[in-house]
């Protein structure tokens, strides 16, 4: 049997009592601000001052892990133990940001602690661990299939003191963000490497910088996920100095895998956050309609639906800790087993249990008068986020053959 932590527990005490305070019912509010700003990328006034309330209260980068906790007052907590703590923030899509405990920022503050040299961490990550910038990861490119990491184009030639780079990048979270001020970027640099995992190498990239440009927005399932959002970015002979280069030339794949293990289960946490939410929210839907005579709750079809919600979270709930325990025990790569298997299982029975929850809300469900459908857009992009559904099943598949073929 599983046990938090009492640190954790005195977390998700916390953490619960702000969600009431502070977050729901803030939700009208953050939407208002965010539908009347001139520029939908810009920082809100709102999660400024909720910022400040929560760094004054301890709740602040809880997700950095113990082998970090140099980094934080707060933290230092286990994968484990910090699991129910983002399931929590999940249950409204941008309250992880007031805990500075949101993707991709997380996953880069994380690589600039295990990759990152002394200058390069006093320059980003102390400004990120106060929250007062964002960051970017571009490592996705559309004309290649980018779920081979390998397969990545956009060229890093060296000149003389200076990284050249051209080509281009897309979906990138957080470009489109005022806040953001750094982007890792992944590229080749040496293409003609007899090892494919040898070819690429990450760079930082302020925004700014000439030769970086921001494309255009783009959308998924019509969703622009401001203020965040996603771009399309194109570099034309963009140019940084040699030592903005992380960890050394030949490293990028290396630093790439050590970055997503610990940003999928983030993200399987707060799916799981978000469907806790939505059947809470369901099965008082339910009660409070009637069709043929009856309330909604008493036809048998509502009634199995809402069982099968619960299973399927309760399941996940126990992938993801189980997961995240193994994590903890004996690091990301050698969990890599039941972290793919969280990854693939998750995101898609998530989105499932989101539909039924659609759908017993009626046309309501589709519309912006709840979370769901922006829930459901999140659930859905995290089946390709990280890596697609199909990449992580080979995984696990090969390595059930070697065991047990």
């Given at each position: 049997?599983?046990?938090?932590?009492?640190?954790?527990?005195?977390?998700?005490?916390?953490?619960?009592?702000?969600?009431?305070?502070?977050?729901?019912?803030?939700?009208?509010?953050?939407?208002?601000?965010?539908?009347?700003?001139?520029?939908?990328?810009?920082?809100?006034?709102?999660?400024?001052?909720?910022?400040?309330?929560?760094?004054?209260?301890?709740?602040?980068?809880?997700?950095?892990?113990?082998?970090?906790?140099?980094?934080?007052?707060?933290?230092?907590?286990?994968?484990?133990?910090?699991?129910?703590?983002?399931?929590?923030?999940?249950?409204?899509?941008?309250?992880?940001?007031?805990?500075?405990?949101?993707?991709?920022?997380?996953?880069?503050?994380?690589?600039?602690?295990?990759?990152?040299?002394?200058?390069?961490?006093?320059?980003?990550?102390?400004?990120?661990?106060?929250?007062?910038?964002?960051?970017?990861?571009?490592?996705?490119?559309?004309?290649?299939?980018?779920?081979?990491?390998?397969?990545?184009?956009?060229?890093?030639?060296?000149?003389?003191?200076?990284?050249?780079?051209?080509?281009?990048?897309?979906?990138?979270?957080?470009?489109?963000?005022?806040?953001?001020?750094?982007?890792?970027?992944?590229?080749?640099?040496?293409?003609?490497?007899?090892?494919?995992?040898?070819?690429?190498?990450?760079?930082?990239?302020?925004?700014?910088?000439?030769?970086?440009?921001?494309?255009?927005?783009?959308?998924?399932?019509?969703?622009?996920?401001?203020?965040?959002?996603?771009?399309?970015?194109?570099?034309?002979?963009?140019?940084?100095?040699?030592?903005?280069?992380?960890?050394?030339?030949?490293?990028?794949?290396?630093?790439?895998?050590?970055?997503?293990?610990?940003?999928?289960?983030?993200?399987?946490?707060r799916l799981i956050g978000s469907a806790q939410?939505?059947?809470?929210?369901?099965?008082?839907?339910?009660?409070?309609?009637?069709?043929?005579?009856?309330?909604?709750?008493?036809?048998?079809?509502?009634?199995?639906?809402?069982?099968?919600?619960?299973?399927?979270?309760?399941?996940?709930?126990?992938?993801?800790?189980?997961?995240?325990?193994?994590?903890?025990?004996?690091?990301?790569?050698?969990?890599?087993?039941?972290?793919?298997?969280?990854?693939?299982?998750?995101?898609?029975?998530?989105?499932?249990?989101?539909?039924?929850?659609?759908?017993?809300?009626?046309?309501?469900?589709?519309?912006?008068?709840?979370?769901?459908?922006?829930?459901?857009n999140y659930a859905r992009w995290c089946r390709?986020?990280?890596?697609?559904?199909?990449?992580?099943?080979?995984?696990?598949?090969?390595?059930?053959?070697?065991?047990?073929?």
């Amino acid at each position: 049997m599983y046990k938090f932590s009492d640190k954790s527990i005195a977390f998700q005490e916390q953490l619960a009592k702000f969600m009431e305070r502070e977050i729901y019912s803030n939700e009208p509010a953050y939407e208002q601000q965010l539908n009347e700003a001139t520029n939908r990328f810009a920082a809100l006034p709102l999660m400024d001052e909720l910022k400040e309330k929560a760094k004054a209260e301890g709740l602040w980068n809880l997700f950095v892990p113990p082998s970090h906790g140099e980094y934080t007052d707060f933290g230092g907590l286990s994968n484990f133990d910090y699991a129910p703590l983002a399931e929590l923030m999940g249950r409204v899509s941008w309250s992880p940001e007031v805990f500075n405990c949101n993707a991709p920022d997380t996953g880069n503050m994380e690589v600039f602690m295990k990759y990152g040299s002394e200058a390069q961490k006093a320059r980003w990550l102390t400004p990120l661990l106060a929250g007062e910038i964002r960051s970017s990861y571009a490592m996705t490119e559309p004309q290649v299939a980018s779920s081979d990491a390998t397969n990545v184009e956009l060229e890093i030639r060296r000149e003389g003191d200076e990284w050249v780079l051209n080509g281009r990048k897309w979906f990138i979270t957080g470009a489109m963000y005022e806040k953001t001020q750094i982007f890792i970027v992944m590229g080749k640099s040496d293409p003609n490497n007899p090892s494919r995992h040898l070819q690429q190498s990450q760079v930082l990239v302020p925004k700014g910088t000439p030769g970086l440009n921001i494309v255009r927005p783009l959308t998924t399932l019509g969703y622009d996920d401001a203020p965040f959002g996603h771009a399309e970015l194109r570099f034309e002979n963009c140019r940084v100095p040699i030592e903005n280069i992380l960890l050394g030339e030949g490293r990028g794949f290396e630093i790439a895998q050590g970055r997503l293990g610990p940003g999928r289960m983030h993200h399987c946490m707060r799916l799981i956050g978000s469907a806790q939410r939505a059947l809470e929210i369901t099965c008082k839907r339910v009660t409070d309609r009637e069709t043929f005579g009856r309330k909604l709750s008493e036809h048998q079809s509502v009634l199995e639906d809402l069982a099968d919600c619960f299973i399927d979270i309760e399941q996940s709930r126990l992938l993801v800790l189980k997961a995240c325990h193994k994590m903890d025990k004996v690091g990301a790569r050698d969990a890599r087993d039941l972290i793919a298997a969280a990854k693939i299982s998750v995101p898609r029975t998530v989105q499932i249990v989101l539909d039924k929850c659609m759908q017993m809300h009626g046309a309501g469900g589709l519309t912006g008068d709840t979370f769901l459908a922006e829930a459901f857009n999140y659930a859905r992009w995290c089946r390709q986020a990280d890596g697609p559904d199909q990449v992580h099943q080979m995984a696990p598949g090969k390595q059930l053959v070697k065991a047990m073929g």
